[in-house]
């Protein structure tokens, strides 16, 4: 055993380790994966190690912050999780107005260390998501409008690469891996472990929003969505909103609309008259601290949940037949579920001022981001509401194009064009130049598929560990012998 973990370091969890059943999950519990380690990387070091480690036993690696991703994909059976949450410090260069974070770093960090210095930062609603997977696949929040998505302020990163070294990249140093690692690189590519952010200037006081509509009905959420896509066309930059139309077992048909708004209330509330003279809207417009937003925005989130969806990015205007289509999709809840939705993620902005060939983030000049889930807490019901949204994932694809990829999607037909529309063939490139033999891949990753190793590698070592861990995990797992 002490053998075969030989060459690992950071604060290692196997199955038979008490908290392993609890450090295996992540946010999205539908999803059920048992790794064969954890290992908590608490320096570059450790995770060049884990790298190494890897390639010689011939485990597949999953790079995991927080766990949000939707699918799993930064956990997995039978994998080496290298888990850089413990790598979580912060610097902050006020003359060169950069901050520097390891990648362990939450939006919450982020935001707790940058606000004492009065500085806002583009990153994403959910406090406990990584920066850096955020980061890697563009990163939606709700500042983009005004200061671009979180890979816009990106300066210049580190990461570990396959074989254990450490590689800088920026706009004059290997800036081909630096344009993929705006908005595709996730995984891809290396154990990204630093990151330098240049800071937007300082602000004192937003105007925080929110607004709510409760016990609706569906023509109500069809006016709704007809006053978001035109409210969007000319919306002040400075302002970036969410909306959603939802069916709740809580409150029925219902809308909200939450947003920062980098202004004073009084013009915010003109701002979003058309939502205001909306029936039954009720609303806070609130002027308070950056920290203060974030973490009201932040506080609606769950520790964890049950949940399937998918996203996709809209480009064009709706007409009534089709906004009736959209709204018909989440009027009725399958068993078991208490929360279906549709959600619209403003775009424009700052986001479409830049090209879309200057970042690997290809859906620059989409309006809005669209976001169809259920969310269920039994375990029984997971097949009945998986099913539901890929009976209805056709209707929504019909009018949409592309999907996000920090919102991913398991039965996309053609995913890397999904994802990153034509900028494919160029990732594919610079993943065999800095990734040549696919050691960081997942299901959905960019890859060379004859060297893709998508199941575990027989061992007489990784036997030994298997029969040694004694896990009801790992039995019936295959392994492959070469």
């Not at 290298?82 to 939450?106: A, P, R, Y």
């Not at 529309?421 to 598929?449: A, M, S």
Request: aromatic letters at 14%; proline letters at 4%.
């Amino acid at each position: 055993m002490d053998d075969f973990l030989n060459g690992l370091t950071g604060r290692i969890v196997i199955p038979t380790d008490l908290v392993y059943n609890k450090v295996r999950q992540d946010y999205n519990r539908a999803i059920q994966q048992f790794p064969i380690i954890i290992d908590y990387c608490r320096n570059t070091g450790d995770v060049a190690n884990a790298v190494c480690w890897s390639r010689k036993f011939h485990v597949p690696i999953r790079i995991r912050n927080g766990g949000h991703n939707y699918e799993g994909y930064s956990n997995g059976d039978c994998t080496l999780v290298i888990d850089v949450s413990e790598m979580n410090h912060l610097f902050l260069n006020k003359c060169e107005n950069l901050l520097t974070v390891q990648s362990g770093v939450t939006n919450r960090q982020v935001y707790e260390f940058i606000s004492s210095k009065g500085y806002p930062f583009p990153g994403g609603t959910c406090p406990t998501v990584g920066v850096g997977g955020y980061t890697m696949g563009g990163g939606w929040g709700l500042s983009c409008r005004y200061l671009g998505l979180g890979c816009d302020s990106l300066e210049e990163l580190e990461l570990v690469n396959y074989e254990g070294e450490v590689v800088k990249a920026s706009r004059i140093c290997n800036a081909d891996l630096f344009w993929a690692c705006q908005g595709a690189g996730g995984g891809n590519f290396g154990v990204v472990v630093l990151m330098k952010f240049r800071l937007p200037p300082k602000v004192k006081k937003v105007t925080l929003i929110e607004i709510d509509y409760l016990h609706v009905n569906g023509k109500e959420q069809e006016a709704f969505l007809q006053t978001w896509q035109q409210w969007l066309k000319d919306a002040d930059p400075k302002v970036t909103l969410v909306s959603r139309i939802y069916n709740s077992a809580n409150d029925g048909l219902a809308m909200l609309v939450r947003g920062v708004f980098y202004g004073q209330p009084e013009e915010a509330e003109q701002i979003l008259k058309p939502f205001l003279e909306l029936e039954g809207a009720e609303y806070i417009i609130d002027y308070i601290t950056f920290l203060e937003a974030v973490t009201i925005i932040g506080s609606s989130y769950p520790p964890f949940e049950k949940f399937n969806s998918v996203s996709r990015f809209v480009q064009k205007e709706f007409n009534k037949c089709e906004i009736s289509t959209l709204v018909d999709l989440i009027q009725e809840r399958p068993q078991g579920s208490v929360f279906v939705g549709l959600s619209m993620y403003a775009m424009g902005g700052r986001v479409s001022e830049v090209g879309t060939d200057e970042t690997a983030f290809f859906y620059r000049n989409s309006h809005y981001i669209i976001w169809l889930e259920t969310v269920w807490e039994e375990k029984r019901f997971a097949e009945e509401n998986r099913l539901w949204v890929s009976q209805r994932f056709p209707v929504l694809a019909s009018v949409t194009m592309g999907s996000y990829i920090n919102f991913p999607y398991n039965k996309l037909p053609d995913y890397l064009e999904e994802y990153y529309g034509t900028h494919v063939c160029r990732l594919k490139g610079i993943k065999e130049k800095y990734d040549p033999f696919n050691v960081f891949t997942f299901p959905q990753g960019i890859g060379n598929k004859e060297h893709q190793l998508m199941e575990p590698v027989y061992s007489e070592d990784s036997e030994k560990f298997i029969k040694y861990s004694g896990d009801e995990a790992y039995r019936g797992f295959r392994y492959v012998k070469r």
